[in-house]
T-cell receptor
Framework: AQSVTQLDSQVPVFEEAPVELRCNYS??????LFWYVQYPNQGLQLLLK??????LVKGINGFEAEFNKSQTSFHLRKPSVHISDTAEYFC?????????????FGKGTKLSVKP | EAQVTQNPRYLITVTGKKLTVTCSQN?????MSWYRQDPGLGLRQIYY???????DKGDVPEGYKVSRKEKRNFPLILESPSPNQTSLYFC?????????????FGPGTRLTVL
């Protein structure tokens, strides 16, 4: 079984500041890693994913994440945030050999960008 | 435009009154699923379907039913809703069940059961 821990439920930050949203996972099998974003009153959309290869993954809207196997982490970063980045961010994993096709989500981190 | 649609977007009902939330995708995806989102719990999978007439339970299936008679549609049925099913529901689809695929989410249905 897999589990995902997002270490911060809320992250307030000022516009143009850097931000890091932390995600740790636990799994006895190899997993794929994802970050999804949910803007207010909308469904989730994919920001980026790590499947294999380079541990630094770049996504949409200037976000990037780094996979660290030894620390079982997949932290999301952005060097300079905008007001429009205000949203809830979900880290998720999936079993590489799973047959259910589902994602296991963390509880989410609400990013609030203030002017 | 490629999308997943859900109806209704908002629904208030009473305990025991059967309801159906529809979900449709126009991407010819094989895999569809339903999640519920509750504060502090993230998203949890209710049911999924790998293809037409193939459905299976997710992590929190109690109190829900689904059907997959057509590839594009995957309705969620609550035969006798209870207040603990008050939640935000999302339908999602992906090309197939491969665990590396991106899942595409609908806009959500906010259900309140009184």
């Amino acid at each position: 079984a897999q589990s995902v821990t997002q270490l911060d439920s809320q992250v307030p930050v000022f516009e143009e500041a850097p931000v890091e949203l932390r995600c740790n996972y636990s799994s006895s099998v190899s997993v794929y890693l994802f970050w999804y974003v949910q803007y207010p009153n909308q469904g989730l959309q994919l920001l980026l994913k790590y499947l294999s290869g380079s541990t630094l993954v770049k996504g949409i809207n200037g976000f990037e994440a780094e996979f660290n196997k030894s620390q079982t982490s997949f932290h999301l970063r952005k060097p300079s945030v905008h007001i429009s980045d205000t949203a809830e961010y979900f880290c998720a994993v999936s079993d590489q050999k799973g047959s259910q096709g589902n994602l296991i989500f963390g509880k989410g981190t609400k990013l609030s960008v203030k002017p | 435009e490629a999308q997943v649609t859900q109806n209704p977007r908002y629904l208030i009902t009473v305990t025991g009154k059967k309801l159906t939330v529809t979900c449709s995708q126009n991407m010819n995806h094989e895999y569809m699923s339903w999640y519920r989102q509750d504060p502090g719990l993230g998203l949890r999978q209710i049911y999924y379907s790998m293809n037409v007439e193939v459905t299976d339970k997710g992590d929190v299936p109690e109190g829900y039913k689904v059907s997959r008679k057509e590839k594009r549609n995957f309705p969620l049925i609550l035969e006798s809703p209870s207040p603990n099913q008050t939640s935000l529901y999302f339908c999602a689809s992906s090309q197939d069940r491969s665990s590396y695929n991106e899942q595409f989410f609908g806009p959500g249905t906010r259900l309140t059961v009184l």
